[in-house]
Structures are given as structure tokens and as C-alpha cells.
């Protein structure tokens, strides 16, 4: 057989190559301005660069699956749902370079992140309105950015990723109550005990219903969520204990706070029921 011939040299492409008019890597690589000579202040900027795409990514998944649960879609609804949850055991391995810093490492280049905090990501807050966690106050810090100020507004205004399930379940048939249908959307939810009844017949019946395969969903979703939460209340521990947080945020206490909190509750709380 005889043997195949290649080339020389490869391609000659014109300008740049396809691959990078596609990814934009050099513009992500290059996205990297550095304020202090310590060596740790890249990992801390390239891995909350990082983050930020997973919270891009897993917006896409969770207005992908509120569409669709909106049409009544399950199907298409379902596969966002577990692609968000493999994008965000993604963006919780994320704190594994962070998750270890010593306070003298943070310190080290800590003042050049100035009053920059991770509170203040656009992105970030429309992840936590499509979980629930709303209130017009949160919009305050970007009053200053038009753009940005006017997409975290609609969104705030929007239902929630739980409202559209909440919906789907009223359409199928669900005694899910009028005062939950038809509340405030840009209010942070509210645990109801009628939605948790719904929940637990839910559970308590059929295991291969949709109903059943939506909440096991969520559930794994809200886990996740969890998880996020915890690991970035320990990593902060860890990094600088129980002072301020940049930007003069209340840094571990608020996050002590947070992980508490369950979205999507009566999902957790029926399970006493069933």
C-alpha cells in the first residue's frame, strides 16, 4: 500500500486562520491586563474571565429552557437543563486554582483589584434573576452603564426559570394557585406550601413522568447552584477570613448568608413528605 504524501507546510491562510475568526483566542488571550507584578494575580483574572463565559454559557441554557417550557416544549427544555448542569460542574471546578490561596497570596495582589467585585458581574445577576433571586434594588450598581442597566431591567421584569415551570405544570393541570401565576415577577420568590403539595404528589406518584424527570432536573440544577455558592463561601474563607470584601462588599458574611438559601424550595422541602 503505498504510503499517503502531505504536504510541506500546511494551509496558507490569508490574514489569520479560520479556527481564530472563529474562537477569537487571540482576543481572549491578550484580554489579560495585569496591575501588580505578583505571578497569582493572572490565575485570579484569567480564571474569573473564565467564570464569566460559564455564567454567559449557562444564561443561554436557562432562557434556552424558559422559552421553550413557555411553548410547552419538555423535550427541548430538559436538554438545556442537563447541558447547564455539565456547564456548571464546569464553572465550580473553577475555584480549584482559587480555592487555596493563603491570605498573604491574596493580599499580594488584592489592592489592584481596586473596588472591583464579583457582586458588581452583570452577567452573574441575570443568572441569580433566572433562578428567582430578584429585587429592584439590585440594579443600583449599574445605573451608571445604560446598556447594561437597561438588559438586567428586562430581565428583572421577565419571569423567572421557575416561574415558566411553575406555568407548564398550571397548563397540565396542576393546582398550582393564581397568587403564584400571577405575582410579581421582579420580586424574589417566595416559597409557597400549595406549590410544595404539587411537588410532592409529584414525587409521590409515578417516577417516569415528565413532571417527575422536570423536578429531578431542577433538582440537580439547584445542587449545583449550591455547591457554587459553598465553594466560593469556603475559597473565601480561606483567602482572606472574615474581613471586608472588595469593593467594600460584606464578603463572608454575606456569603454565609447565601449558602443557606435553596432556589427552586418547595422541590427540597416536599421530599419531607413524600
Request: hydrophobic share 40%; with cysteine; charged share 25%.
Amino acid at each position: 500500500m503505498p504510503t499517503p504524501s502531505f504536504p510541506s507546510s500546511g494551509p496558507d491562510f490569508t490574514g489569520t486562520t479560520p479556527y481564530e475568526a472563529y474562537v477569537r483566542a487571540d482576543v481572549l488571550s491578550h484580554l489579560q491586563e495585569l496591575l501588580s507584578d505578583d505571578p497569582g494575580e493572572m490565575v485570579f483574572l484569567v480564571t474569573t474571565q473564565v467564570m464569566e463565559l460559564w455564567f454567559t454559557v449557562i444564561v443561554h441554557e436557562w432562557e434556552t429552557a424558559a422559552r421553550a417550557l413557555r411553548r410547552d416544549d419538555l423535550p427541548v427544555a430538559m436538554a438545556a437543563l442537563k447541558r447547564s448542569t455539565y456547564e456548571l460542574e464546569s464553572l465550580n471546578a473553577s475555584w480549584k486554582p482559587l480555592a487555596h490561596l493563603t491570605p498573604a497570596q491574596f493580599n499580594a495582589f488584592r489592592s489592584a483589584l481596586g473596588d472591583a467585585s464579583g457582586f458588581q458581574s452583570a452577567t452573574y445577576r441575570r443568572l441569580e434573576f433566572l433562578l428567582g433571586e430578584k429585587s429592584p434594588a439590585l440594579l443600583v450598581p449599574y445605573r451608571g452603564a445604560p446598556r447594561t442597566h437597561a438588559e438586567l431591567e428586562k430581565a428583572l421584569h421577565s419571569p423567572s426559570l421557575y416561574d415558566e415551570v411553575l406555568r407548564h405544570l398550571a397548563r397540565r393541570g396542576h393546582a398550582i394557585p393564581a397568587a403564584v401565576l400571577d405575582r410579581d415577577v421582579s420580586e424574589r420568590y417566595a416559597a409557597d406550601p400549595a406549590v410544595e403539595d404539587v411537588w410532592q404528589r409529584v414525587y409521590a406518584g409515578d417516577q417516569n413522568t415528565e413532571e417527575c424527570r422536570l423536578g429531578e432536573a431542577l433538582t440537580e440544577v439547584a445542587e449545583l447552584v449550591w455547591r457554587w455558592r459553598n465553594d466560593h463561601l469556603v475559597a473565601t474563607r480561606r483567602a482572606m477570613g472574615a474581613k471586608a470584601g472588595t469593593g467594600g462588599t460584606p464578603g463572608v458574611a454575606w456569603l454565609e448568608k447565601r449558602a443557606t438559601k435553596n432556589v427552586f424550595p418547595e422541590l427540597w422541602t416536599a421530599r419531607s413528605h413524600v
